[in-house]
């Protein structure tokens, strides 16, 4: 059974910084490219950064580049999402998903939750 | 970006009607693709490559389009249909999601 466990959000300061995690099983984590989606309280879904299985592509959406990294660890079946510069505006419930060759999100995590307030 | 643009917002069926949620790209894209939210849940594959049904999605569910216009269709709307239905497409380097179409139950 494919698993994506979501961990290390929180609420944190504007301009502070956060990494999340996404730990993954019951796949072979390392062929598939990997995405972060967020959606703020009462909105809709956003996405927020991929990266191909080999880490070869990544790609930002225009509200987070510069400001976002995502990485991953094939060894330990593990996808990075590190934060900085936070924003009020980056409140939201981030979710893991991965991605198929044909650009759908098949499955996600449960979410976890970003909350930047001072 | 390609931005796409669902309608309605919100709409309210009764059970057994047919419903249709429409998606409408900036520019032409290849495919489309839906997934379906409820409340405190996080999203599922509802509809894939435009027309294909992820896996248990229930029969009275379609999808069609091409080029700049898509569209979600329940025949015999269900109680159990009452959700967010939210549209999505890739073109290169972005991921772009419609706004969601929220489905009631009338």
């Known amino acids: 059974e494919v698993q994506l466990v979501e961990s290390g959000g929180g609420l944190v300061q504007p301009g502070r910084s956060l990494k999340l995690s996404c730990l993954a099983s019951?796949?072979?984590?390392?062929?598939?490219?990997m995405n972060w989606i967020r959606q703020a309280p009462g909105k809709g879904l956003e996405w927020v950064a991929s990266?191909?299985?080999?880490?070869?592509?990544?790609y930002y959406a225009d509200t987070v580049k510069g400001r976002f990294t995502i990485s991953r660890d094939n060894a330990k079946n593990t996808l990075y999402l590190q934060m900085t510069s936070l924003r009020s505006e980056d409140t939201a419930l981030y979710y893991c998903?991965?991605?198929?060759?044909?650009?759908?999100?098949?499955?996600w995590g449960q979410g976890v939750m970003v909350t930047v307030s001072s | 970006e390609i931005v796409l643009t669902q309608s309605p917002t919100t709409m309210t069926a009764s059970p057994g009607e047919k419903v249709t949620i429409t998606c409408r790209a900036s520019s032409s894209v290849s495919y489309m693709h839906w997934y379906q939210q409820k409340p405190g849940a996080s999203p599922k594959p509802w509809i894939y490559e435009t027309s294909k049904l992820a896996s248990g999605v229930p029969d009275r569910f379609s999808g069609s389009g091409s080029g700049t216009s898509y569209s979600l269709t329940i025949n015999n709307m269900e109680a159990e249909d009452a959700a967010t239905y939210y549209c999505q497409q890739w073109n290169y380097p972005s991921y772009t999601f419609g706004a969601g179409t929220k489905l009631e139950l009338k």
């Open positions: 990266i191909s299985s080999s880490s070869s592509y990544i």
């Open positions: 019951g796949f072979t984590f390392s062929n598939y490219g």
């Open positions: 998903a991965r991605h198929t060759i044909g650009a759908l999100f098949d499955y």
